[in-house]
């Protein structure tokens, strides 16, 4: 393919846009996947302290 240096200038401004989007889905997931596992010790603590 032959780019314009519009089209490549696009093209790397779409990656971004994408890595933009998935690292901030990463993020947005990471926090309730902590919160989970933090619940998950805790009722575990609580089981042993019965």
Known sequence: ???TKNQKGQSLLE???VAAV???AIIAMS???F???QATQQAIVAEFQK
């Open 1 to 3: 393919m032959i780019f």
């Open 15 to 17: 990656y971004s846009m």
């Open 22 to 24: 998935v690292s901030a």
């Open 31 to 33: 926090i309730y996947v």
């Open 35 to 37: 919160r989970s596992v």
